[in-house]
């Protein structure tokens, strides 16, 4: 069950890749819509990058209208939780162990 902004959704979900430390990849599927998220990690030096590639489909055409009428703040909203969920990973993987 994901709960965003207080509305929940039920969506059922695969992991299709799963490569330590360097690539992940999952696909979710819901009443609205589904989605297929990448995630791949490149060491560079002491650093680690972290790239994500999502891939949205809805299944209804008013979802699809309001995506393509709202784009700009579909996409401002986007790189918001983006960033938001990437600062939270960031804080938990940089936790020292206890």
Partial sequence: VYNERGKEMEMHGVITAHEPHHHHACEMSGK???L???YNLTEQGTTTTLCQNAETTFHD???KIMVVILYPMVIWMSKKQYCDSLRKLKALCEQKAE
Avoid: S
């Fill in 32 to 34: 609205a819509f589904d």
């Fill in 36 to 38: 297929a998220v990448e």
């Fill in 61 to 63: 055409l008013p979802p």
